[in-house]
């Protein structure tokens, strides 16, 4: 079992950056695939991207392509997802999600393959 804390949101304004950083718990970290999705207020969650368990696929949701960059640290159990050139349109609670990858290529994109959840940091970009 993996517990995740995520950190780093806050307000930002419009053209802003954010990096926000998920610590998991647990010695096996490098099993898990990873993914960060947001909620915003009203709406369904969303998935925003996803990695590999190996760090070297990654995949994106179309409205953050380009802008977001998710990365991961093995030796550190950490992942991160970097957010430039921030919109209103991104204010939501974002959340990291885990599951074991099958393969180490393997990434997932869809909430239900996920077994595990942070509690969620919240990012507010003002216009």
């Known amino acids: 079992q993996v517990q995740l804390v995520e950190s780093g949101g806050g307000l930002v304004q419009a053209g802003g950056s954010l990096r926000l950083s998920c610590a998991a718990s647990?010695?096996?970290?490098?099993?898990?695939?990873m993914g960060w999705f947001r909620q915003a207020p009203g709406k369904d969650r969303e998935f925003g991207a996803a990695?590999?368990?190996?760090?070297?696929?990654?995949y994106y949701a179309d409205s953050v392509k380009g802008r977001f960059t998710i990365s991961r640290d093995n030796a550190k159990n950490t992942v991160s997802l970097q957010m430039s050139d921030l919109k209103p349109e991104d204010t939501a609670v974002y959340y990291c999600?885990?599951?074991?990858?099958?393969?180490?290529?393997?990434?997932?994109?869809?909430?239900?393959?996920?077994?595990?959840w942070g509690q969620g940091t919240q990012v507010t970009v003002s216009s």
């Open positions: 990695i590999s368990r190996s760090g070297g696929n990654t």
């Open positions: 999600a885990a599951r074991s990858g099958l393969l180490s290529s393997s990434y997932y994109t869809k909430g239900v393959d996920y077994d595990y």
């Open positions: 647990g010695r096996t970290f490098s099993t898990y695939a």
